[in-house]
């Protein structure tokens, strides 16, 4: 059973995770550069796909790189702060709270993005190895396809395959990480409900065409 301490520890780092994974980059850097709130246009979600919608490559790449970025240091902080109490556990709970905090920003109203820049920066902190794994097949079905969402839906999907695939292999897997990226997975598929449906009526935007309104 595990201490009071451990317990404080684990939860203390679990809420630092989810404030760092609650910065909205999207819109941060839209009100820098003053561009229009990516929650006013296009899908309406504060990511960095919407906001290529607003004709800024610049914008997009920076909120691209300031979601992925807050992936990784969260998990990465965990580690450091962890110290010789931290666990396998601890270190899987704050990288679904950094996912949890972008999908559900306590800044923005507990309505986020999508997390799909932010679960690739949990990877790349997990491993390297898996986070490219898993961004080549993204960019291979986003190259394909066309699609932001199909490309997103599909590497969503084999995160997780390749974290239990590649135990031992290319990395170390542990449970607690597994199940903390299979709930990602799911939530990932879950955020992009809306996405599905459109890929199936043929009315879903392609990657780097405007959108002049908000349609969910």
Avoid at 26 to 31: F, G, H, T
Avoid at 43 to 51: D, F, Q
Avoid at 163 to 169: M, T
Wanted: proline share 3%; with cysteine.
């Amino acid at each position: 059973m595990a201490s009071s301490p451990s317990i404080l520890l684990g939860c203390g780092l679990a809420a630092l995770a989810y404030l760092i994974g609650s910065i909205p980059f999207a819109v941060v850097v839209s009100r820098i550069m003053g561009l229009q709130d990516p929650r006013s246009y296009g899908s309406g979600n504060p990511g960095a796909t919407n906001v290529l919608r607003s004709g800024s490559k610049a914008a997009a790449a920076l909120t691209l790189l300031g979601d992925a970025a807050k992936g990784w240091f969260a998990v990465w902080l965990a580690r450091r702060l962890g110290g010789a109490a931290l666990t396998d556990t601890m270190v899987a709970t704050a990288a679904l709270a950094v996912f949890l905090g972008h999908l559900f920003p306590v800044f923005l109203r507990f309505r986020g993005g999508k997390g799909v820049a932010t679960a690739l920066g949990v990877l790349l902190a997990v491993s390297p190895l898996l986070a490219l794994a898993t961004a080549l097949t993204w960019a291979i079905i986003a190259a394909c396809f066309r699609y932001s969402s199909l490309a997103a839906l599909v590497a969503a999907i084999f995160a997780p395959v390749y974290y239990f695939f590649g135990d031992g292999i290319a990395w170390n897997a542990n449970a607690s990480m597994g199940l903390a990226l299979t709930a990602i997975s799911l939530l990932l598929v879950y955020r992009h409900r809306v996405n599905i449906r459109r890929l199936v009526a043929g009315t879903e935007s392609r990657i780097g065409q405007k959108a002049a309104k908000v349609h969910g």
